[in-house]
């Protein structure tokens, strides 16, 4: 008898993982397609022996986990920094993670054995903007989070008292849940009045019977979850005292990257970091104990009193009001393969700090799509770029890019240099990457062949850097 012969099965490859996500409106950079099939293969490596997921079918997966996980994301706006509250494997904070790098996301999962295991995908994936909590969440952790997202965790009204210590005023809590959710949304409706329902969105996963709800809340009082006053009070007397010493290296934008912090100086920057990224606000420092913190200042803020002999020693800009420290966000990679997204990538090489925030500024006002801080680039965060970004550091788009020389050669680079074509009669691409030279070294040769020119007076060589990014970008924006 013969026997059939049976083509082996193929095994489905990222191919078929991109298919069934544009399938379901998703649609990834390569980049963003490598590091989720990467989060695949860790998933299925690491399920039998810690019990990760009770999805196996690859297609379910997908659509079942990673789709389904991205999808809020196309529904509503996603708060930052956000807290997947229950993480489990990764659902949904790491496939969010990937689709949108540029969110700040703290994975919250309670059991060692899946934390060790978030851990690893953060690290092998090389995903910067991520965190691991070391524990679970209770209502006494009190990192402070603009947003929560849970998904298979618990009823509505637990979590939202969970995470009394963590989210802040007019904070986001979204909760996936499927169709019939009705009774939780009611019995939290009455027993959690610090929370208003802003949002009950059902949608279906796109071509599956699979029906999802979307239901979201603001927390509209902080005051029932934690009574009483206070900023916790440092009286900092001494030039030994070790806060002392940090906020002094605070000074250099070496100290600013080492410690993660910076000093914001000046009333209205501080009122604007305040008012804009709450939660990364961590201390309020005056000298003495008069000016205190004002009134809806975050209750997680410090308030370090300085002798007032030490105070001058930090408050560079002579402004003798209160300053704030800040902890300043780690910058996502820029996926420098993924230039498709219409708009304009401007990158920064500059040296100056005051440059550097000078940038950013006008970055903000002709609407810039992505603020690439190159390698050679000052801090950002530093106390000169933040004054003279006049406060848009906080809100730009920023990413961290690689060095001028690593650049890739592919790049879209429109480059501005004295011997290119007059910017008027330059029709920018679609999508591009700007770039002007360095102060002093001006641009490398490689760039100079597909340039733009600011055509100027003769015997002017040329314009500061600043200058010519502002000009070139509201030429671009007209
Ligand atoms: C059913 S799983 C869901 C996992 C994931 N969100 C998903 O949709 O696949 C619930 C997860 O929440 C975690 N968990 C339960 N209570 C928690 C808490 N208080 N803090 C952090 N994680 C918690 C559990 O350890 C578990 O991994």
Not at 91 to 114: N, V, Y
Not at 273 to 280: G, K, Y
Not at 368 to 396: D, I, M, Q, W
């Amino acid at each position: 008898m013969k026997t059939k012969f049976r083509e082996p099965k193929q095994a489905p490859g990222p191919g078929q993982m991109d298919a069934l996500l544009k399938r379901c409106g998703i649609h990834l950079s390569t980049r963003q397609l490598d590091q989720l099939w990467a989060y695949h293969q860790l998933l299925r490596q690491h399920d039998a022996e810690l019990n990760l997921t009770r999805i196996h079918n690859f297609e379910n997966m997908v659509v079942k986990l990673y789709a389904d996980s991205i999808l809020p994301a196309l529904k509503t706006a996603l708060p930052s920094p956000l807290m997947d509250l229950g993480s489990g494997p990764g659902m949904p904070g790491i496939p969010l993670k990937i689709f949108r790098p540029e969110l700040d996301i703290l994975l919250a999962e309670s059991r060692r054995s899946r934390i060790d295991f978030l851990k690893m995908v953060v690290k092998e994936l090389a995903l910067s903007g991520i965190e691991v909590t070391e524990r679970g969440i209770a209502p006494d952790f009190d990192r402070p989070v603009a947003g929560v997202i849970t998904r298979a965790v618990e009823p509505i009204a637990e979590t939202l008292k969970r995470v009394a210590g963590c989210l802040i005023q007019d904070g986001t809590v979204l909760f996936m849940k499927g169709p019939r959710c009705d009774a939780e949304m009611e019995t939290a409706a009455q027993i959690c009045p610090d929370y208003q329902q802003t949002a009950d969105i059902p949608y279906q996963i796109p071509h599956t019977p699979h029906q999802r709800r979307l239901v979201c809340y603001r927390r509209v009082s902080v005051a029932a979850a934690k009574p009483g006053p206070s900023h916790r009070v440092r009286s900092i007397e001494s030039e030994a005292n070790p806060i002392f010493k940090d906020l002094k290296k605070l000074l250099g934008g070496r100290g600013i990257k080492k410690l993660g912090r910076t000093l914001v100086c000046g009333s209205r920057l501080v009122a604007e970091s305040m008012a804009r990224q709450p939660e990364r606000c961590l201390a309020w420092i005056t000298s003495g104990d008069r000016q205190p913190p004002p009134d809806d200042a975050p209750r997680h803020l410090e308030w370090f009193q300085l002798a007032p002999n030490l105070f001058p020693v930090i408050d560079a800009f002579g402004t003798r009001s209160p300053m704030v420290l800040f902890d300043t966000p780690p910058l996502p990679a820029w996926p420098a393969t993924d230039t498709a997204t219409p708009g304009c990538n401007l990158l920064i090489p500059f040296q100056d700090p005051e440059n550097v925030g000078a940038v950013i500024r006008c970055a903000a006002a002709f609407d810039v799509e992505r603020v690439v801080l190159l390698a050679e680039s000052a801090n950002p965060f530093h106390p000169k770029a933040v004054r003279a970004s006049a406060g848009t550091v906080f809100s730009a788009r920023l990413f961290q890019g690689p060095s001028l020389a690593a650049l890739p050669e592919d790049l879209p680079v429109v480059a501005l240099a004295a011997s290119g074509t007059p910017l008027a009669e330059f029709a920018f691409p679609e999508s591009f990457c700007l770039l002007v030279g360095m102060e002093g070294p001006g641009l490398p040769p490689r760039w100079k062949k597909n340039s733009v020119a600011i055509p100027m007076a003769a015997g002017v060589e040329s314009l500061n850097a600043t200058v010519a990014t502002a000009i070139a970008l509201y030429e671009w924006h007209r």
